[in-house]
């Protein structure tokens, strides 16, 4: 498969992702900064496509 | 939770996969239904219900979410269950159908010019979200050609994996945004609620949507010029229903599907080896498909009941409707009337991201389609060139036909999409209907009855959603008739 990120470090990218988006999305609101929120939503959206794909990957 | 055999080890099927034996766990299993959901949200969403919405207003709401409704659980579901209990794809149900291989060459046939025409308009969408990321940095027709022949590169070389956690990732993004939205901006429930239910009811658009302006696509005067393509491309249209049944069978788990394979009709021997405990597993596939087409039809309910609502909240009162050249700008508009001006950028690249994965869902699976119609023609052709080489060929020349369509109306894609949503969504839809009712009810009993008892062929044929088609296609045939009266001068 093109591309392929290593098992272990697919999970870590998820986990990271969520993290950073939650966090972009928490000083984004007060601040003002909608744009740095709505980034943050997609940063942990990808991180949950990430785990969903997993899922789905046999075995 | 797991993807894999359910755990009750002491009562493994020996024909069908292990099948989850609660509702919650039949929750994990879902997955060909948010395909055709993700996969539907596209033109039909972010721009016809949205025009939909901002031209006729809150009453014409229940076009697009009683379409969904229809659609889903009446010729999509139909099409899905085929898969599960032939393990087989719609194209092959229809072989069955007499005058058997008539069928899929008909569809395959038709759907090369629906096709090239619904990836055309698509494609010809995203170069003017492209163009508008750019500043409108020189002519929207290079926009157009540059970033299709990407999806082109894209769908020939396969490599979507990667891309699509990030498609998913702000599909995902752009429907929570647009249903936040959609709830800021709701007017009364009660209104909502009449607009659902005022079913048959039609207006004319408001006066102003009508008027030609530089840059902007207005609506036709007549309504059902708006109306037929929200309902033909809402949760997608025929082509989408054929996809569904791939995916069913792509999973390798629902019921027959585990036996299904493109390329190879399914059949009814593998019931002959059934045992009471297949059977208890197959009544919970096929639970779990049912499952799966509901969370499909609730998703895409959703989804575009949030586009149509903002669209007539928040699009309307500023008279502002999304097409031509200023396709990107008003749709950005909707978002930044109530966001501000920072969430701009973020609104036109989340555009971009849902018009592109559908157009290159679109160039991946219709020359599937096509390829079907080719092997009923010429039943040979996969012996002497491989699937892989076959499907490159066809996406190629489907590609270049699309472009040009593309470049044809790269400045007017409502008008392009209009077309194509009305060819696939209600002509074939229609057809659709007709040939899932003479399945359901005389091909399948027949097949099925050579190797089941009566009480078994009962237990696989669907009642409800067999009458929800017969009401899907009469109210299809009836809109559907109504547009060709008028367009051919017949009807005033």
Redesign the interface.
């Given at each position: 498969?093109?591309?392929e990120i290593p098992k272990m470090w697919r999970k870590r990218l998820a986990l990271a992702l969520m993290v950073l988006g939650l966090i972009m999305i928490l000083v984004g609101l007060p601040t003002g900064?909608?744009?740095v929120s709505?980034?943050g939503?997609?940063?942990g959206?990808?991180?949950?496509?990430?785990i969903?794909?997993e899922?789905?990957r046999p075995g | 939770?797991?993807?894999g055999p359910s755990s009750r080890e002491s009562s493994k099927p020996a024909v069908v996969y292990p099948a989850p034996s609660r509702w919650l766990a039949a929750l994990?299993f879902v997955?060909p239904g948010v395909v055709w959901a993700a996969e539907s949200i596209g033109s039909g969403e972010l721009i016809l219900s949205t025009r939909l919405g901002i031209a006729f207003g809150l009453m014409l709401l229940w076009v697009p979410t009683w379409a969904v409704i229809l659609k889903n659980l009446g010729p999509g579901y139909l099409h899905g269950r085929w898969a599960v209990v032939f393990g087989e794809g719609a194209m092959d149900m229809y072989a069955r159908i007499p005058p058997r291989r008539v069928w899929p060459i008909i569809f395959g046939i038709l759907h090369i010019l629906a096709g090239a025409m619904s990836i055309g308009g698509l494609a010809a969408s995203v170069g003017i979200v492209a163009h508008t990321l750019a500043g409108r940095y020189g002519p929207v027709q290079a926009y157009t050609a540059g970033v299709y022949i990407l999806t082109l590169i894209i769908a020939l070389?396969g490599?979507y994996?990667?891309l699509?956690?990030?498609f998913?990732?702000?599909m995902?993004?752009m429907v929570?945004?647009t249903v936040v939205l959609a709830v800021l901006a709701a007017p009364p429930i009660t209104e909502i609620l009449k607009g659902l239910f005022a079913v048959g009811y039609v207006a004319p658009p408001a006066s102003w949507a009508t008027v030609k302006a530089p840059g902007v696509e207005p609506v036709a005067p007549d309504p059902l010029v708006t109306i037929l393509p929200v309902l033909s491309w809402a949760a997608g249209g025929s082509a989408s229903h054929i996809w569904y049944s791939y995916w069913i069978v792509g999973s390798k788990m629902f019921g027959m599907a585990r036996y299904g394979e493109w390329g190879r009709q399914g059949g009814v021997d593998k019931y002959k080896e059934m045992g009471d405990e297949d059977w208890k597993h197959m009544r919970w596939w096929i639970r779990t498909h049912l499952l799966d087409a509901i969370l499909a039809c609730i998703l895409t309910v959703l989804i575009i009941a949030a586009f149509f609502i903002a669209g007539y909240a928040i699009l309307a009162p500023r008279q502002l409707l999304p097409g031509g050249v200023k396709l990107a700008e008003v749709i950005g508009e909707m978002y930044t009337a109530y966001?501000?001006p920072?969430?701009l950028?973020?609104v036109l690249v989340?555009s971009f991201f849902i018009l592109w994965s559908t157009n290159i869902s679109q160039s991946v699976g219709w020359p599937i389609i096509i390829m079907d119609g080719i092997r009923y023609i010429y039943p040979k052709i996969t012996e002497k060139v491989s699937t892989q080489t076959l499907r490159r060929i066809i996406t190629v020349l489907m590609g270049l036909w699309a472009l040009a369509w593309a470049l044809g109306y790269a400045t007017a894609p409502v008008e392009l999409i209009t077309w194509a949503s009305i060819f696939d969504g209600a002509l074939l839809v229609v057809l659709q209907g007709v040939l899932s009712i003479v399945a359901w009810v005389y091909v399948a009993p027949r097949e099925l009855s050579k190797v089941l008892p009566k009480e078994r062929v009962k237990e696989l044929i669907p009642r409800v959603p067999i009458v929800i088609n017969v009401i899907c296609t009469i109210l299809f045939v009836y809109f559907t008739g109504w547009w060709v009266g008028r367009t051919l001068g017949l009807i005033r």
């Open positions: 498969m093109p591309l900064y909608i744009d709505l980034w939503v997609f940063a959206m990808v991180g949950e496509a990430i969903l794909q899922r789905k | 939770m797991s993807t994990a997955g070389l490599i994996v990667l699509e956690v990030i998913m990732g702000m995902a993004s929570i945004l966001l501000g920072r969430a950028l973020f989340g």
